[in-house]
């Protein structure tokens, strides 16, 4: 399977904890996305990498949200100090785009579901 | 900032019936993206519109892009059950960039 893939599916953790998910876009894919979306909404754009460059970043993540994309590969979604209102499913997708800017179609993944208790 | 507004939230439609769906902007989009979500999957691509006026055909689908280029519209002819799922459609909050806004979407059920 090349398509995008997301570690755990299922993540199920206590008010208070940290929780981080990976994931692992199409091979030859440059740009990287992580949306949060919960039931009845579309995606939330949460933050955007171009390689391993974080190049955009939405407001709704908070300094307890923090992303890598080390080598310009798999990515790494972390929340800390979870709350309840972080429950939720945070989809990682990819594309490939030359340049800067300009919108290309994106390839998600199944998602993480986070549950906090 | 930003909104993108998609009407109707839901619509039931009998097997073979045409469906719409429409997506506006309270800002001139640089281009629009459509994406189909099947219940308990994720969103997947559709096409994206970049031209003022354009109009794309997908099978039994349709795109448009308006001419101010604030809204857009997905028409589904004679709906078949695999149409079931939400549909979205998504812009970038600036131009050309890859902050995507997605609507709420529409949820299509189809009753065979």
């Known amino acids: 399977d090349t398509g995008v893939s997301q570690n755990p599916r299922h993540k199920i953790t206590k008010r208070g904890q940290n929780v981080t998910f990976r994931c692992d876009p199409i091979s030859e894919h440059n740009r990287l996305y992580w949306y949060r979306q919960t039931l009845g909404q579309g995606p939330e754009f949460l933050t955007y990498f171009q390689n391993e460059a974080q190049l955009e970043k939405s407001r709704l993540l908070s300094d307890r949200f923090s992303a890598e994309r080390p080598k310009g590969s798999f990515s790494t979604l972390e929340i800390q100090r979870t709350e309840q209102g972080d429950s939720a499913m945070y989809l990682c997708a990819s594309s490939y785009g030359t340049g800067a800017g300009g919108s290309y179609e994106q390839y998600f993944g199944p998602g993480t579901r986070l549950t906090v208790t | 900032g930003q909104q993108v507004m998609q009407i109707p939230q839901y619509q039931h439609v009998q097997e073979g019936e045409d469906f719409t769906t429409y997506c506006n902007s309270s800002?001139?989009?640089?281009?629009i993206q459509w994406y189909k979500q099947r219940p308990g999957g994720h969103p997947v691509f559709l096409i994206q519109?970049?031209?003022?006026?354009e109009v794309k055909k997908q099978k039994r689908l349709t795109f448009q892009f308006g001419e101010a280029k604030k809204n857009s519209s997905l028409h589904i002819t004679a709906t078949q059950t695999t149409d079931v799922g939400t549909y979205f459609c998504a812009g970038p909050r600036r131009p050309n960039n890859n902050d995507m806004r997605f609507g709420a979407g529409t949820r299509l059920t189809v009753k065979p």
């Open positions: 800002t001139t989009l640089s281009n």
């Open positions: 519109l970049v031209k003022s006026g």
